[in-house]
RNA sequence: CGGGGAGUAGCGCAGCCAGGUAGCGCACCUGCUUUGGGAGCAGGUGGUCGGGAGUUCGAAUCUCCCCUCCCCGACCA
């Protein structure tokens, strides 16, 4: 007899899917205020390494880490006008506090660009002082009126760099640097995802920046995700907080400020890059379980020899976990695993032991292989590089199959519907980029033929459009 | 805010029209048999039916008021 799927399918339902995997693989369940998240264990674990990855990248730009406060006053925002404007709507605003009405409203942060100014203007005297290079990881909270978990909750978890450099020259190559060297290393090498990236056009730009750039991925359905962002802000923030500093000459100077963040929403966009029917497929490099050896049943010694197969790999730097919960069936064991998308499993039983083997299965790939005991910790080394080529490829497979170059903007908007259209910028233009706008597509980014992104905006320039979360 | 639905066990739902003191599946607990692909059988735990008022001998069910949530449209890491 059939039985049913336990996720429902990606073919038949791409969102309820998604929820599905969220709740199975025990990743995450909705806060008791709408629009809030609780993170489960198994889901927070990929975040630490995300965030330990991410924060060895940062920090080999020179970058170090600071906290600055969950409470801005309100005005504080107002400084700098597109800022206030763009951020207004969605603010959280606490208007009493201690039993009384505050004189002056507090706002919880949505972004701390203006609190980095704040304090980057005390901190700058001389341009010795510069560049001044900074990150926070940190809570935010932007009222957003439609949730999704992870890709745009309340309240989400992120990083944000805030930098603040004495020419626009230097601005705008620390903040390419990041993008490329922090952002795109990390999101290609160890998320396995082949993302887009460019700048952004006028309308898609953050509130207050002179220029946007992105890391843009394709997810499972074709629909476009924006994984992370690096802004030149120009001098809008230095003025509006008095950023400056002393030249060589000794002249008075405004700083040239940059930001740039990433956010939980990557793992959003994890698990719609990468999962499948089955659930998700966490590539190895991520990973915090990256072997789970499972006990298929305790006799005969299996049960010694999985925990000591579980020491080996320990001891040889492998991510692994024992499952030797034996009351539960080896069936419903082998789906849960699959489910979290651990990217190795080894099943150890009497049956192959008796023999000096046990079962090797990979997540992304049907099929499984006997391996001799002493072969296992090779097996595994070759397995996990296997899994994180193997996510990438077929990630990289699916962007390109996905990605069409059109000339026209109906063509575009076409074939918009199901991935990808690359349109030269200069045949769409804003007022074309208006008319996809209309059917819920956007441009996602603008890049150079070759994919780099583009330093002017010229007649070469590619616009990449697409439906997005 | 505009349009459409729904609130009953941890989750998913039936019961409501034709009032009689709450049920099914999954999950959970106990026992036995199982365990190499989502176990089976038997027994069991768990609910002031979103809140309040009213009608009635009696309300999950009928009436009124309130609250909340979800889905579809305009913003966003």
């Known amino acids: 007899m059939a039985k049913a799927p336990i996720l429902t399918p990606q073919a038949e339902d791409f969102p309820r899917w998604y929820q599905d995997v969220l709740a199975k693989a025990e990743l995450a369940d909705n806060g008791p205020v709408r629009g809030t998240m609780v993170i489960r264990p198994y889901g927070y674990g990929l975040w ?247 006990l298929v049943r305790d006799e005969d010694g299996s049960g010694e020899a999985a925990q000591a197969l579980v020491d080996r790999l320990v001891a040889a730097g492998v991510r692994a976990r024992l499952d030797a919960h034996t009351s539960a069936s080896f069936g419903r064991r082998a789906t849960d695993w699959e489910l979290k998308g651990v990217p190795v499993r080894i099943e150890v039983g009497p049956r192959d032991l008796k023999e000096g083997k046990v079962t090797l299965v990979r997540r992304d790939e049907d099929g499984k292989v006997a391996v001799g005991l002493d072969a296992v910790p090779a097996a595994v080394a070759a397995a996990l590089l296997g899994v994180q080529d193997g996510l990438l490829a077929a990630a990289t497979a699916r962007r390109d199959n996905r990605t069409v170059s059109v000339g026209t903007i109906d063509e575009a908007a076409e074939a918009a519907q199901s991935g990808f259209a690359r349109i030269r910028w200069s045949v769409l233009g804003e007022q074309g980029e208006e008319v996809l706008a209309a059917k819920a597509i956007t441009v996602r980014c603008l890049q150079n033929p070759d994919g780099t992104i583009p330093a002017e905006i010229d007649d070469e320039v590619v616009a990449v459009v697409a439906r997005a979360y």
């Open 48 to 294: 630490e390494r995300m965030q330990s990855e991410m924060d060895a990248r940062i920090k080999a730009c020179g970058a170090e880490n600071v906290y600055m406060p969950l409470f801005i006053p309100e005005s504080y925002l107002r400084r700098e006008a597109e800022h206030v404007e763009g951020f207004s709507p969605e603010l959280a605003v606490v208007t009493h506090a201690g039993g009384k009405k505050l004189d002056e409203p507090v706002v919880v942060r949505p972004t701390s660009e203006t609190v980095f100014g704040e304090f980057m203007a005390k901190w700058i005297q001389s341009y010795r002082d510069l560049p001044l290079l900074l990150n926070q990881w940190a809570n935010v909270v932007r009222w957003e009126l439609r949730p999704r978990m992870f890709l745009r909750t309340t309240e989400f978890l992120w990083q944000e760099g805030h930098t603040a450099h004495a020419t626009r020259d230097d601005g705008a190559a620390y903040a390419t640097r990041i993008l490329l060297e922090a952002y795109q290393d990390f999101m290609v090498n160890v998320l396995a995802m082949p993302v887009l990236v460019g700048v952004k056009t006028r309308r898609e730009r953050f509130a207050g920046a002179i220029n946007t750039m992105a890391c843009e991925a394709m997810m499972g359905d074709g629909k476009a995700l924006q994984m992370g962002t690096s802004h030149e802000l120009g001098q809008n923030f230095a003025k509006a907080f008095d950023i400056d500093f002393l030249d060589a000459g000794g002249q008075r100077q405004l700083c040239w400020t940059t930001s740039w963040g990433t956010s939980t929403r990557m793992l959003g966009g994890l698990i719609m890059c990468h999962g499948d029917d089955a659930g998700m497929r966490v590539p190895p490099r991520l990973a915090h379980v990256q072997v789970v050896v499972l």
